[in-house]
């Protein structure tokens, strides 16, 4: 059983890393964005319209924004520096609390994949602009794909901070 004393030395260290973690992992998202936004921003003018490489890359600048707004939200979240007067239970609830989000987001980027199918599959019957749908899906595939490995993977490796904080737990 921990001392108090052994509480409150570990704590702010497990914190801080938790904390970088998430801006770490929250710059990872940032950089997808980015190469999103300035790979397929630079090909979408560069593609026909009308053509499912030029869906693929508008959907991608999409989700570029999208990205992006959320990975500079994360790391503004995240508070390495101040850590101090979090108590255990306070830690082990903003463990958690985040854990939940990136498990959450893998469901939804399985969610993202099946309607990539579902459109994909569309594009075989409709008769205005398949190539849409055949853009737009590939995109939800590429996407998705790739969020669903970041939140896995992500979640993984900010997990060990949640066995670190219950081995604190008297």
Wanted: glycine share 8%; aromatic share 14%.
């Amino acid at each position: 059983m921990p001392v108090l004393s052994d509480v409150a030395a570990a704590l702010p260290a497990i914190n801080f890393q938790r904390e970088m973690l998430a801006q770490q992992g929250m710059g990872v998202l940032g950089a997808w964005a980015l190469l999103n936004l300035l790979g397929s921003g630079w090909l979408v003018t560069r593609t026909l319209p009308k053509q499912a490489q030029h869906y693929f890359h508008q959907m991608n600048v999409g989700w570029g924004v999208v990205n992006a707004f959320l990975a500079a939200w994360g790391i503004l979240q995240a508070r390495p520096l101040h850590v101090e007067g979090l108590t255990l239970v306070d830690s082990l609830q903003a463990q958690f609390a985040f854990e939940k989000i990136l498990l959450f987001n893998a469901g939804l980027d399985v969610a993202y994949v099946a309607v990539g199918a579902w459109l994909f599959a569309r594009a075989a019957s409709v008769e205005e602009l398949p190539e849409r749908y055949l853009g737009y899906a590939r995109s939800l595939w590429v996407q998705g794909g790739f969020l669903f490995v970041f939140d896995v993977g992500f979640y993984l490796v900010y997990h060990r901070c949640a066995a670190e904080l219950l081995a604190l737990v008297p």
